[in-house]
């Protein structure tokens, strides 16, 4: 009778106990506060630049502050260049236009140039890739050609072409195409002999290796080559058109200087810079999304 109410009394004393632990076991641990994740991207991506630019601004204020500073101070840029700044889509006369006009001339004529570098330099990259006879022949040649500074070649095509803007649309095709030329030579040389291995097992003919294969194989070089010619045409047409005249982004600094506008040449710079900036993203995305990620954006 004893043993028999000690272990009803054991039982009894047990699931307490039991359900004790139960609970404690499924009570979740008491988390702290997590940033949601997009304020952490949003915080590591934009955060530093902008402390940086804030640095930078200021330094630059202190130090060209002074009346007797040769440059101005960006509070002063600010009050110079105003106009400039709120109203980029005035329509003047002449060449007195808003900087909007001016930057999309500039990107007319970096579009034409561009893609007619871009189609050259996939073209004749790919001969050279493909053919060790092409390679001899031009790779020397190229190798000379792509050392001569973009603004060489402006007095030579003004001869040829007796017009502004020609010759403005040639400096950027000749400043574009040999990072193009260079990076599909090299990317089709570098297809793995698998691939040209499965080429002849499925018969392809030269349509279908060259879309299917070769292509996609050598897609990286060839947008890494793409990527460093955007930034490069919109190096030279600023540039050209400095010398050209007409209406563009260059013209307008080179004008703004004459004029000793040093604000707007400021403002210009910073519209040259974001442009450019933009382009190299543009070029970069659809790299990534050809690519599949295989190109860092």
């Known amino acids: 009778m004893s043993v028999t109410n000690l272990n009803i009394k054991s039982d009894a004393a047990a699931k307490p106990t039991a359900s004790i632990v139960t609970l404690s ?37 202190f130090l060209c502050s002074s009346p007797t500073s ?28 808003g900087m909007f006009w001016h930057i999309l001339a ?24 493909q053919s060790d006879l092409a390679m001899r022949g031009l790779d020397p040649i190229f190798q000379v050609l792509r050392t001569v500074p973009p603004l060489a070649w402006l007095p030579l095509s003004l001869a040829a072409f007796r017009d502004g803007n020609p010759s403005a649309i040639f400096v950027i095709f000749i400043t574009a195409v040999w990072p193009v030329i260079i990076n599909t030579a090299v990317g089709i040389r570098n297809i793995p002999q698998d691939y040209q291995n499965v080429a002849k097992v499925l018969r392809l003919n030269g349509y279908e290796y060259f879309t299917k294969i070769m292509l996609p194989a050598a897609a990286p070089y060839i ?9 490069l045409s919109w190096l ?3 540039a050209a058109e400095m010398l050209i005249g007409g209406v563009g982004i260059g013209f307008f600094i080179w004008d703004a200087w004459n004029s000793s506008l040093i604000s707007d040449i400021i403002v210009a710079l910073v519209y040259v ?22 190109v860092k954006a």
């Open 25 to 61: 076991r499924a009570a979740p641990p008491s988390a702290g506060f997590r940033m949601p994740g997009f304020v952490k991207t949003l915080a590591d991506n934009v955060l530093p630049p902008i402390i940086t630019l804030a640095f930078l601004l200021v330094a630059w204020e």
């Open 70 to 97: 040769s440059l101005p101070a960006p509070s002063r840029v600010l009050e110079e260049s105003w106009a400039l700044i709120v109203d980029p889509f005035y329509v003047g006369q002449g060449t007195d236009q």
């Open 106 to 129: 500039s990107l007319q004529r970096v579009a034409v140039g561009y893609a007619l570098a871009a189609i050259a330099g996939i073209a004749v990259g790919t001969l050279i890739g």
């Open 223 to 231: 947008f890494t080559g793409l990527r460093i010619g955007i930034g």
């Open 236 to 238: 030279a047409i600023v």
């Open 273 to 294: 810079g974001i442009v450019g900036f933009l382009l190299d993203r543009v070029i970069a995305l659809i790299a990534n999304a050809v690519t599949r990620g295989n």
